[in-house]
Every structure is written in structure tokens, then in C-alpha cells.
């Protein structure tokens, strides 16, 4: 396990403590906070890893610091599975790429380890038990049906007791209204500073969308892959070449 609201994160502990019961599980994660980070990697400075308990290793790097070295020096075997998260708020739309939750789970799916992002869609007063029954459900399934090659899942949770969750839900990102994306304030001497991201995503509810799904109690399930190339695109595109 790993995640990118850090080792002390309250989700990561209900979930892990839910799985420990079960499963061999071990937790690699930042030291702190990580939330929007993305994808990026320590090149230019040391990371340092403790055991903060048994079976539980802080980083000072980023999750995907934290991917490479629970795969590349802590374990040694792989793992059956990467899970990241659960993520206090939702991982949905366009806000997948800033996500370090969501680029943990691709960076193991890009160094062979198939891998799942789950994220609990509420900022506070977390279920984080249902996000648990849902990894569960999810790896009971990946147990047998396992994920293709650099793919992962990206689960988002409805924040709500798990047996008022409707079911689940194959989905594609939603598109993310930019309205009063970045804020505008005043510092208290009276100069203008921004807050960018400053208010609660707003997303298209358009049906098959992760952000339709949650909305109305289902847990949204995108596989993702960490290749952008637009497919569709590719015999179309006329720059002169
Ligand atoms: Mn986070």
C-alpha cells in the first residue's frame, strides 16, 4: 500500500488494519502530505526511508518514490498487488493528473505490478470503511481476473455507509468546470495573493462518467493507463509530416 496524503494518513490506517486481517500487507508511503504532487520523482535529491512500524516505512519522497522503493529494494518479491490510497477526497476527471494517489498506481503498472488508486469522494467525515469493503471486493476479483498489463483501476468511493452504496460502475473521466478555479484574496497587509484550486471541483454529470456514478451512490471504476497518445488522432493529425 501507499498514498500520497502521507504514513499517518487516517485512510490508509483503517484500510491497512481491514486488510492486515487477510493479507501480507506492507506499506510504503510519504512521510507527509503529497496531495497533487502527480507523477513527480526525487532525481536531484536523496530519499530516505524508516520503519515506522512493522510492515510500515516512511519516506521523504513522493509516492512514486515510495512505488519504486518498496518494489526496487524493500520487497523481495513483487507484490500481488499495489493498492494507493484510500484518498481523502475524489481522484475524478481531469483531476486524475494531479493526483499522486492515481500516480502511484500507474507507476507500478508501468514497473510490471498491477495496481488499483482508490479515493473516498469527501473531504471530510470519511466512510473509509466502505473504501475498504470496496478494495476487498476488488482484490477477491483481481485474485482470479487480473488486471492486463499497465492497467490500473482509478475507484472512487461515494462517501456513504457501505450498504448504501448502489453497486458499481464502469466509467470514463467527467470534464471539470474551471468556475472560480483560482481564487483571489487579500493577505492581511493588503496584497493580493491567489489560491489556485482554492474550491471543491465542480464536474459534468454526464452519464458514464466517474462523477455521474458517485453522485448517485455507485462506486465509479476507470481503468486508466498511463499512455496518452491520442489513438484516434494518430492517421488523422496533418502537420506536415
Ligand atoms: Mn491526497
Known sequence: MTNDDGVYAPGLKVLRDFLKERFEVIVVAPQGERTG???????????????????VWACDGTPVDCVHLALKV????????????????PNMGEEIF???????????SILGIQAIAVSVAARRDHFYETAAQVALKL????????LPPRVILNVNVPNVPWEFIGGFK?????????????VE????RGA??????????????????????????FVSITPLRADLTAYDELEKINCGV
Open 170 to 182: 464502469l466509467t470514463r473521466p467527467s470534464r471539470r468546470v474551471f468556475n472560480n478555479y483560482v
Open 192 to 217: 493580493k495573493f491567489y489560491w489556485i484550486g482554492g474550491k471543491e471541483p465542480v464536474f459534468v454529470l454526464e452519464e458514464g462518467t466517474d462523477a455521474h456514478a458517485v453522485a448517485n451512490g
Open 185 to 188: 484574496a487579500l493577505d492581511p
Open 139 to 146: 482484490i477477491e476479483k483481481l485474485s482470479s481476473n487480473p
Open 98 to 108: 494531479y493526483s499522486g494517489t492515481v500516480a502511484a498506481a500507474l507507476e507500478s
Open 74 to 89: 524493500l520487497l523481495s518479491e513483487p507484490p500481488d498487488l499495489v493498492i494507493s490510497g484510500p484518498n481523502n477526497g
Open 37 to 55: 504532487i502527480s507523477h513527480a520523482i526525487s532525481l536531484k535529491d536523496p530519499v530516505r526511508l524508516w520503519e515506522v512500524e512493522e510492515g
